[in-house]
């Protein structure tokens, strides 16, 4: 789920612009819960841009790939890193292809065809100016 919510995250950014920032997430084995900063509700077209995006990413078959470097090296690089405040000295950087390149301490699966597909099951407010996300994963 881990890689799921990072597709999801850049498929965000490709429909709805830069400043669709996560602000949280809660994973399961079932299911992801995705927190992003945006002023309103997302229409019906956009939830299906984004579902469409990360399912081909998926089939695509892109390689996960990852790196233990600094939050500096890794920002330099050009990765995502939401929550300075909570890294360490060393963090894992995890790259998607030419998708997605974030840090996080999540496990991740080696090749984006593992996850099958991606279904969007809901989309909510969860705070003023924050929106959520629930989502799954398999081969539905």
């Known amino acids: 789920m881990h890689t799921a919510t990072h597709l999801l995250h850049a498929a965000l950014h490709k429909v709805l612009g830069p400043t669709a920032n996560q602000k949280g997430s809660n994973i399961t084995a079932e299911r992801l819960r995705f927190d992003f900063t945006w002023p309103e509700p997302m229409t019906a077209e956009q ?12 089939q695509q078959g892109i390689d996960v790939s ?8 890794a920002k330099a690089e050009g990765a ?30 080696a090749n984006t065809k593992e996850l099958g597909s991606f279904k969007i099951v809901k989309e909510q407010s969860s705070s003023a100016g924050v929106r959520r996300i629930k989502a799954v994963i398999g081969n539905m």
């Not at 841009?49 to 998926?58: A, C, D, P, Q």
């Not at 990852?66 to 090296?73: H, S």
């Not at 790259?95 to 840090?103: A, F, L």
């Open 80 to 109: 995502m890193a939401l929550f300075g405040a909570k890294y360490g000295d060393q963090v894992s950087l995890y790259t998607i292809g030419d998708v997605s390149k974030e840090i996080c301490c999540g496990p991740h699966v």
């Open 66 to 73: 990852k790196k233990m470097t600094t939050v500096e090296e």
């Open 47 to 58: 939830k299906a841009e984004v579902e469409k995006l990360v399912n081909e990413w998926i």
